[in-house]
């Protein structure tokens, strides 16, 4: 039996009706992470006074290690009922609808925390990473700063803050707060990378060059770099290169169900800078050939809107206005298609008030 222990159980002989002795043993077990143990002490606090709410609180708390939510969220409002001010539980109650993903709840209890303690820099983070998920960058932004100033050297409040500001258009602000995530954490590849987008967005295509060799120089195949870098080859002009990383960062994704979203964007990207080079083609003179190469194109892809309009073009260019009118007709039907197959905007998505 550990010295700590000892002297809790000395004390609990000499103060047998003090509910602060029996929390700080369950605090002891909880600890150790012997949970059960903790329960049974924060119970005995209980016993002694039914209203202890640092009681139900630490109950809370252990039914949430436990995985016992609903206990745990109903113990963290027995403590709130007994202690309206009690910012702990809200901000507990705040974090947990986080994690659950309901944000609304979220924003309800962190803002009741915040206000009882303006000063825990954890609840304004929280509260910006609801509001960032809800599409309130403002907000989230407002956030993210208070956090930062009460806790300035927590690299993931500026990581943060950085993917509001590029999300709201501030790509010098997320550049900035980026670059202070990489003072903080050096390593964080993320943070390099997408400081190199900002970079990029922001007219830097050379220092974005740079600064993305440092993430390959540490991880040769970490697919959003490879992407990063095709961006930055593709805005100077080295589109065949480009090109060659957008395929190998889609060989190293495909089939990987948590890259999905990356997949979709370099497969559009990759769509999108076909149908370029053949409207450069068609543009340059080339018709015969641009046709060629979109009728190709929509053996693979062939209800690409565009590269029907494109194709469209062609025939015009090559003087088959007949064979232009039958593609844009079938662009019509395909449209309406898809118009009619879209839900009733009016009505709101399940959920949703």
Same mark, same amino acid.
């Given at each position: 039996?550990?010295?700590?222990?000892?002297?809790?159980?000395?004390?609990?002989?000499?103060?047998?009706?003090?509910?602060?002795?029996?929390?700080? /043993?369950?605090?002891?077990?909880?600890?150790?992470?012997?949970?059960?143990?903790?329960?049974?002490?924060?119970?005995?606090?209980?016993?002694?006074?039914?209203?202890?709410?640092? #009681? !139900?609180?630490?109950? =809370?708390? +252990?039914?949430?290690?436990?995985?016992?939510?609903?206990?745990?969220?109903?113990?963290?409002?027995?403590?709130? &009922?007994?202690?309206?001010?009690?910012?702990?539980?809200?901000?507990?109650?705040?974090?947990?609808?986080?994690?659950?993903? !309901?944000? $609304?709840?979220?924003?309800?209890? *962190?803002?009741?925390?915040?206000?009882? %303690?303006?000063?825990?820099?954890?609840?304004?983070?929280?509260? #910006?990473?609801?509001? !960032?998920?809800?599409?309130?960058?403002?907000?989230?932004?407002? @956030?993210?700063?208070?956090?930062?100033?009460?806790?300035?050297?927590?690299? &993931?409040?500026?990581?943060?803050?950085?993917?509001?500001?590029?999300?709201?258009?501030?790509?010098?602000?997320?550049?900035?707060?980026?670059?202070? +995530?990489? #003072?903080?954490?050096?390593?964080?590849?993320?943070?390099?990378?997408?400081?190199?987008?900002?970079?990029?967005?922001?007219?830097?295509?050379?220092?974005? /060059?740079?600064?993305?060799?440092?993430?390959?120089?540490?991880?040769?195949?970490?697919?959003?770099?490879?992407? +990063?870098?095709?961006?930055?080859?593709?805005?100077?002009?080295?589109?065949?290169? @480009?090109?060659?990383?957008?395929?190998?960062?889609?060989? *190293?994704?495909?089939?990987?169900?948590?890259?999905?979203?990356?997949?979709?964007?370099?497969?559009?990207?990759?769509?999108?800078?076909?149908?370029? =080079?053949?409207?450069?083609?068609? %543009?340059?003179?080339?018709?015969?050939?641009?046709?060629?190469?979109?009728?190709?194109?929509?053996?693979?892809?062939? &209800? !690409?809107?565009?590269?029907?309009? *494109?194709?469209?073009?062609?025939?015009?260019?090559? #003087?088959?206005?007949?064979?232009?009118?039958?593609?844009?007709?079938?662009?019509? +039907?395909? $449209?309406?298609?898809?118009?009619?197959?879209?839900? %009733?905007?009016?009505?709101?998505?399940? =959920?949703?008030?």
């Amino acid at each position: 039996m550990d010295q700590k222990l000892i002297e809790l159980n000395e004390k609990a002989k000499t103060e047998p009706n003090n509910p602060d002795v029996y929390k700080e /043993l369950g605090n002891h077990f909880f600890h150790l992470q012997k949970y059960e143990e903790a329960i049974g002490y924060y119970q005995k606090s209980l016993d002694i006074d039914p209203r202890y709410y640092k #009681g !139900f609180y630490n109950l =809370g708390n +252990t039914y949430y290690k436990l995985e016992q939510h609903e206990k745990a969220v109903h113990y963290w409002h027995m403590a709130i &009922e007994i202690k309206p001010d009690f910012d702990h539980a809200f901000f507990n109650l705040g974090y947990h609808y986080h994690q659950r993903g !309901f944000l $609304r709840e979220a924003i309800r209890d *962190l803002c009741e925390a915040a206000r009882l %303690n303006p000063n825990a820099a954890d609840t304004h983070y929280y509260l #910006g990473k609801c509001y !960032f998920s809800t599409n309130q960058l403002g907000m989230a932004i407002e @956030s993210f700063r208070r956090a930062i100033k009460l806790a300035p050297d927590d690299p &993931e409040y500026h990581y943060d803050l950085a993917n509001a500001d590029y999300d709201n258009g501030d790509f010098q602000g997320a550049a900035d707060e980026w670059s202070v +995530t990489l #003072g903080l954490r050096p390593k964080d590849s993320k943070a390099r990378n997408n400081y190199c987008d900002a970079l990029l967005k922001l007219g830097r295509p050379e220092d974005a /060059l740079s600064e993305i060799a440092q993430v390959l120089n540490e991880d040769p195949v970490y697919p959003p770099a490879l992407c +990063t870098k095709a961006e930055i080859l593709e805005k100077v002009g080295r589109s065949e290169e @480009s090109k060659k990383l957008f395929q190998e960062a889609l060989a *190293l994704i495909r089939g990987k169900e948590n890259w999905e979203p990356l997949q979709r964007y370099i497969m559009d990207n990759l769509r999108n800078s076909r149908y370029q =080079g053949i409207e450069a083609l068609l %543009n340059g003179g080339l018709a015969k050939e641009s046709l060629v190469e979109v009728e190709k194109f929509l053996a693979e892809d062939s &209800e !690409f809107l565009p590269a029907m309009e *494109l194709k469209a073009r062609i025939f015009e260019k090559l #003087g088959q206005p007949e064979d232009a009118v039958e593609v844009l007709n079938r662009v019509k +039907t395909l $449209r309406e298609m898809a118009e009619k197959s879209q839900p %009733n905007s009016d009505k709101p998505p399940h =959920g949703k008030e």
